[in-house]
């Protein structure tokens, strides 16, 4: 299973909104709407931000949302904060048996 | 609060075995299906392993398939992760993960570091 296509890095001013894409095949993102999405500091644990395409975990703040169109799916983040500044990763299912990550995006904030 | 705590890691030379544990707290585990994932330093994450609330089924990454074994023990709320036939390339922190049912990772451990010498 080939890991899903994510953008190296992104960036954005605070306050400005930011979109990461996740690009699959019709075998994971787009056969599926179990897209999530995990925030992860340095030196730190993944965190569940987004599941299901477009839920959100109790705690997660709405400046956090995701979306999925065919084999794509996004994060946007918006009116982004110092602390939003962090590595992102997509996942998807894949197939009925297991789950794929894409390689991940730095988000600078400016 | 949820909690889960991995332990086991270390170092061992290429072709070894070590066998990590996941001691879990705040939730019914036995209710729960679990994960191993794993991230090898500077890069990122890999799904690693899969496995049913009860035990009767058990999913793996291609590359982890016939080294690693998932199991759990219901009665101590505990993950494990068995790993033999280690190579370099296993070398990872490896986080157990707890399913949220919808086919995401809703809480995670802090992480314990397996390095593979060759």
């Known amino acids: 299973q080939s890991a899903l296509t994510q953008p190296p890095s992104a960036s954005g001013s605070p306050g400005q909104s930011v979109t990461i894409s996740c690009t699959g095949t019709?075998?994971?993102?787009?056969?599926?709407?179990?897209v999530s999405w995990y925030q992860q500091h340095p030196g730190k644990a993944p965190r569940l931000i987004i599941y299901e395409v477009i839920r959100r975990p109790s705690g997660v703040p709405d400046r956090f949302s995701g979306s999925k169109s065919g084999n794509t799916a996004s994060l946007i983040v918006s009116g982004l904060q110092a602390e939003d500044e962090a590595d992102y990763y997509c996942?998807?299912?894949?197939?009925?048996?297991?789950?794929?990550f894409g390689g991940g995006t730095k988000l600078t904030v400016l | 609060q949820v909690q889960l705590v991995e332990s086991g890691g270390g170092v061992v030379q290429s072709g070894g075995s070590l066998r990590l544990s996941c001691a879990t707290s705040?939730?019914?585990?036995?209710?729960?299906?679990m994960h191993w994932v794993r991230q090898a330093p500077g890069k990122g994450l890999e799904w690693v392993a899969f496995?049913?609330?009860?035990?009767?089924?058990?999913w793996y990454a291609d590359s982890v398939k016939g080294r690693f074994t998932i199991s759990r023990d219901n009665s101590k709320n505990t993950l494990f992760l068995q790993m033999n036939s280690l190579r370099p390339e296993d070398t990872a922190m490896y986080y157990c993960a707890k399913d949220n049912t919808a086919w995401a990772f809703d809480y995670w451990g802090q992480g314990t570091l397996v390095t593979v010498s060759s």
């Open positions: 996942n998807s299912q894949a197939g009925t048996s297991s789950w794929v």
């Open positions: 496995v049913w609330h009860d035990e009767h089924d058990k």
């Open positions: 019709s075998s994971d993102v787009g056969g599926y709407n179990h």
């Open positions: 705040g939730f019914t585990f036995r209710s729960y299906n």
